[in-house]
T-cell receptor, first 112, second 114 residues
């Protein structure tokens, strides 16, 4: 079945470090891909999305490119801040209905 | 603020009981989705409603049921509760039932079964 696999956390970085969180997917069709972020005690917020191959989603300095050939959607940020500390979820959806299939989440902790 | 409102924020009850979780979608959104977040299962899709009609079911137990009302708010009913039902339950809404429409999540209801 369809699935999403993320790199295991927690990931601990120093402020201003470069961030990569790996995400790969398995899907029988051509899904839309999303990154969501969950801050402590809050719900999930959409961070960025890409709906077709080679699309690049970007928001708040975060970027991810939809790579069909490697079935990947890795999240990157050039310089992380303490305020980026959160859990990041990669997800896919396709077909009528749009249910989201999530990866297991990657916890990011940024130290000053 | 996503515009999706979930009540209550916290719920503590005992095994065997029944609870109702409520979700008000963003203004104008016709789709409501329910998800369960637990430590062992992660985030799992439960059920989707679009404009009052059930569209898709995921890993939803028979003890659980949901509905979407004419004013588009939705309720998730959990009955014969077990310890393993303790989790965060999220509601999300979107404008349509297309895969291209992003879902906007509420802050969740934390259910604790004692």
């Amino acid at each position: 079945g369809d699935s999403v696999t993320q790199m295991e956390g927690p990931v601990t970085l120093s402020e201003e470090a470069f961030l990569t969180i790996n995400c790969t997917y398995t899907a029988t069709g051509y899904p839309s891909l999303f990154w969501y972020v969950q801050y402590p005690g809050e719900g999930l917020q959409l961070l960025l999305k890409a709906t077709k191959a080679d699309d690049k989603g970007s928001n708040k300095g975060f970027e991810a490119t939809y790579r069909k050939e490697t079935t990947s959607f890795h999240l990157e940020k050039g310089s992380v801040q303490v305020s980026d500390s959160a859990v990041y979820f990669c997800a896919l959806t396709y077909n009528q209905g749009g249910k989201l299939i999530f990866g297991q989440g990657t916890e990011l902790s940024v130290k000053p | 603020d996503s515009g999706v409102t979930q009540t209550p924020k916290h719920l503590i009850t005992a095994t065997g009981q029944r609870v109702t979780l409520r979700c008000s979608p963003r203004s104008g959104d016709l789709s409501v989705y329910w998800y369960q977040q637990s430590l062992d299962q992660g985030l799992q899709f439960l059920i989707h409603y679009y404009n009052g009609e059930e569209r898709a079911k995921g890993n939803i137990l028979e003890r659980f049921s949901a509905q979407q009302f004419p004013d588009l708010h939705s309720e998730l009913n959990l009955s014969s509760l077990e310890l393993g039902d303790s989790a965060l339950y999220f509601c999300a809404s979107s404008t349509a039932d297309s895969s291209n429409q992003p879902q906007h999540f509420g802050d969740g209801t934390r259910l604790s079964i004692l």
